[in-house]
């Protein structure tokens, strides 16, 4: 997909893709109300669009919301895009679908806080968790009975944690995808640190995207 990516907006990667996928799988027509978080390039957001879903896509930063907004009219796709701090924009909506591609590499800050610049869509404090942890408390209340949450994230930023915090919150999960890859730069240039905290074995240098789907059942 050919996509207008401004400087120090997220570039789509394996990441991006393996959450697309598992969109495309899903049962979307003219009716699904779909939220895509932590937009980027918009890239999820279109596969949902393309599939006929109205589509509500939020990012943080201004320039992210300026390069979906463009990518939206160069494919011919209509896209509702809000600039806003994760689900604060669409407080007291509901969304058949919600997908996320948040920040979850685990940062050198000892305290829970986001990146700066271009760092702020990856940098996710000290466990990576520190916007996961807020989808999985506050996304499943954005999802009517049947509704389905999609999040991609690294094994380096706990998975087991994401798939019990969505179960407490009322939602029956799974892996729905797996894909394992070397460390890119951001990832190789902690191995260091990933590897004084325990999260890999020295000299791994590699991690394994999943993507989390959790399903509104009650």
């Known amino acids: ?13 394996d990441d991006t893709e393996l959450l697309a996928s598992c969109v495309d799988r899903e049962r979307l027509d003219a009716s699904s109300r ?7 390039t918009g890239a999820v957001a279109l596969v949902a669009a393309r599939k006929g ?19 939206a009219r160069l494919h011919h796709r209509r896209i509702r895009l809000l600039r806003g701090d994760l689900l604060a924009p669409v407080s007291g909506q509901t969304f058949d679908l919600i997908t996320a591609n948040p920040p979850y590499v685990p940062a050198p800050t000892a305290t829970d806080r986001p990146g700066r610049g271009a760092a702020l869509a990856w940098d ?3 466990d990576g968790r520190f916007v996961l942890n807020r989808l999985c408390r ?7 009975v049947g509704g389905v949450l ?5 094994s380096l930023a706990d998975v087991p944690a994401t798939l019990a915090a969505l179960r407490r919150a009322g ?13 890119g730069p951001v990832m190789a240039a902690r191995a260091a640190l990933f590897e004084r905290r325990g999260l890999i074995r020295p000299g791994e240098y590699e991690e394994e995207l999943v993507v989390v ?3 509104r059942e009650q």
């Open 171 to 183: 939602l029956a999960t799974e892996v729905a995808a797996r894909r394992r890859l070397a460390f």
């Open 53 to 71: 879903a109205r589509v509500t896509a939020v990012d943080l930063s201004t320039r992210a919301v300026a390069a979906a907004w463009l990518n």
């Open 1 to 13: 997909m050919m996509l207008i990516r401004p400087p120090g907006v997220y570039a789509p990667q």
């Open 138 to 144: 506050r996304a499943p209340d954005l999802l009517p």
């Open 150 to 154: 999609l999040i991609v994230q690294s």
């Open 213 to 215: 789907r959790g399903v």
């Open 124 to 126: 996710a404090g000290p």
């Open 34 to 40: 779909v939220l895509d978080l932590c937009t980027g």
